[in-house]
């Protein structure tokens, strides 16, 4: 099964001091609403670059519409070994039998959501600018953590704004991986990737791209591979 977490190798052989982290992967983060002509964007976007994971974020569909849309793109996703990861509900992940869930701190309990999903279903949680929900994070058994919005989004409304350096300071004291987010595009990405970021969340970026998404993945999958090893 696919899963959003380094190489199964990581944890064993990780030593912070040895900067042997490696290199940061693209997390795509789906548009907010679902258009029957998405699968083939899709296929598109990810045929263009490697993407790590998928999240499906439809804020505001109907618990139907997410099923629906989640049912049509895992296939897809599986053929490109891309995780499936279901923003907010626990409760969908396990009837989609995705590979995780991301949960913000007001989506409820991380113990109930393991309780309901077991160990082999990948929980994120969104930790903002905060080391303490970092830590706090790690502590309920994160499989990893959020920190953003880095950036000027349209995407969500933010009231955080960490500083890069929250990358940094979360890879070396901890093996968990950590996702950087909010207005990220090729552009702008650099200092997060140099700053230990182990992925990068994507959404308006790729899906708002001038010429089209997979445009967007190719230029994130060259910067990636530029920054990877430095
Ligand atoms: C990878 C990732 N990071 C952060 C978020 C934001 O989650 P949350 O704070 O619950 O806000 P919504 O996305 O639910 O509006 C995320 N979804 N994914
Ligand atoms: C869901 C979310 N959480 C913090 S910022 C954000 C939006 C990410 O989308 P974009 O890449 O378009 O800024
Ligand atoms: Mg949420």
Redesign the pocket.
């Known amino acids: 099964m696919s899963k959003i977490e380094l190489d199964p190798d990581f944890s064993s052989r990780f030593d912070a001091s040895e900067e042997s982290r490696p290199a940061a992967q693209l997390?795509l983060?789906s548009p907010p609403t679902y258009d029957p002509g998405f699968p083939e964007i899709l296929k598109a976007a990810l045929d263009a670059g490697p993407v790590a994971a998928f999240?499906l974020?439809l804020?505001g569909a109907s618990d139907m519409e997410i099923m629906r849309a989640g049912s049509v793109i895992k296939p897809i996703l599986a053929a490109y070994d891309v995780a499936l990861?279901v923003?907010?509900r626990p409760d969908m992940a396990k009837e989609l039998e995705a590979d995780g869930v991301?949960?913000?701190?007001?989506?409820g309990d991380v113990s109930e959501a393991r309780a309901l999903l077991g160990h082999a279903v990948q929980i994120?949680i969104?930790c903002?600018d905060s080391r303490h929900l970092a830590m706090q994070a790690g502590e309920q058994g994160a499989d990893?953590i959020?920190f953003?919005s880095f950036y000027d989004t349209a995407t969500?409304e933010t009231v955080h704004r960490p500083d890069p350096s929250i990358l940094g300071w979360w890879s070396t004291i901890s093996e968990i991986p950590c996702?950087a987010?909010g207005g990220i595009t090729p552009e702008n990405a650099a200092p997060l990737i140099d700053a230990g970021a182990d992925?990068l969340?994507v959404s308006g970026a790729v899906w708002n791209h001038a010429e089209n998404p997979a445009a967007c993945i190719r230029a994130f999958a060259d910067l990636l591979e530029d920054r990877a090893g430095r």
């Open positions: 997390y983060i999240q974020r804020k990861i923003n907010d991301h949960l913000g701190q007001e989506d994120g969104t903002h990893y959020a953003g969500k996702v987010i992925f969340a």
